[in-house]
């Protein structure tokens, strides 16, 4: 389709599963597959809708799923008594969950500290001290998953009357993206959900999220969440946004 484009996703399908599981405050060693799996894929269905450069490891975690549902839909294995239990198709998968969460925690802490480090500095001799400014509100960056659940639910609210809408006048790209500056330059944030529902139909909507895609890789705009896992605003200003890499850390789920 005429309107897709394609946006560098840095997050992995490790990334994913661990998104699903903190968003829906899920048990990490008893994760119900089938639930997980099922949004996964409308994830993954919806990245490949949008044409969005996905890269071979999501089908590969994709079809990992299927076989661990359909491993756990199959009855007992005959002579696994009490003494002996059988396998959970799930333990390799949570093994590499949680190997991959430690190791994108230790990751974080050494960034971290680099910037930390970085924003040393030592004060001017005979500089008066100065008062303590007024504590900002600090919010959270939006991960790719979060901008997708939020795209995902702006398609579910259009009225189905709107899907079979004809479109004379294409909406492009440089409209969209005109139109979200042209919005930040009389506002100092907006919703995404506001941008949603000034589209006019189905396609204005997902030209609309792709705008803001591409905006965000530009560096033009930021979307940022004041809890974790709630309305998304876009912003020009980076100033007090917690990396994505860090928000765990800061709110931990």
Same mark, same amino acid.
């Given at each position: 389709m005429s309107y897709k484009i394609k946006i560098e996703i840095f997050e992995g399908p490790l990334d994913l599963l661990l998104y699903l599981v903190k968003k829906d405050h899920l048990n990490?060693?008893?994760?119900?597959?089938?639930?997980?799996? *099922? !949004?996964?894929l409308q994830y993954l269905n919806l990245m490949q809708m949008l044409d969005l450069n996905i890269a071979g490891e999501?089908?590969?975690?994709?079809?990992?799923?299927? !076989?661990?549902k359909s491993k756990m839909l199959l009855p007992a294995e005959e002579g696994v008594g009490a003494e002996g239990e059988q396998e959970d198709p799930?333990?390799?998968?949570?093994?590499?969950?949680?190997?991959? *969460?430690?190791?994108?925690?230790?990751?974080q802490d050494l960034r971290q500290k680099e910037t930390d480090q970085r924003e040393i500095f030592k004060r001017p001799r005979g500089e008066a001290e100065k008062e303590p400014s007024e504590k900002k509100e600090v919010y959270f960056e939006a991960s790719i998953f979060d901008l997708i659940s939020a795209f995902s639910q702006a398609l579910k609210d259009v009225p189905k009357e709107v899907f079979y809408e004809v479109v004379k006048d294409k909406y492009t790209m440089e409209e969209a993206t005109h139109e979200i500056l042209h919005l930040l330059l009389t506002k100092s944030e907006v919703r995404l959900s506001e941008l949603f529902s000034l589209a006019k139909n189905?396609? !204005?909507?997902?030209?609309?999220?792709?705008?803001?895609?591409?905006?965000?890789?530009?560096?033009?705009?930021?979307?940022?969440?004041?809890?974790?896992? !709630?309305?998304? *605003?876009?912003?020009? $200003?980076? *100033? $007090?946004?917690?990396?994505y890499e860090r928000r765990d850390q800061a709110n931990p789920a």
């Open positions: 990490i060693y008893d994760i119900p597959i089938a639930k997980v799996t *099922e !949004q996964y999501f089908l590969v975690m994709a079809a990992t799923l299927m !076989q661990i799930r333990e390799e998968l949570v093994r590499r969950l949680l190997e991959y *969460e430690k190791f994108k925690e230790i990751a189905k396609l !204005q909507i997902i030209v609309t999220f792709l705008a803001v895609l591409e905006l965000i890789r530009l560096k033009e705009i930021t979307a940022r969440q004041s809890e974790l896992f !709630q309305e998304i *605003e876009i912003v020009r $200003n980076k *100033e $007090n946004i917690i990396p």
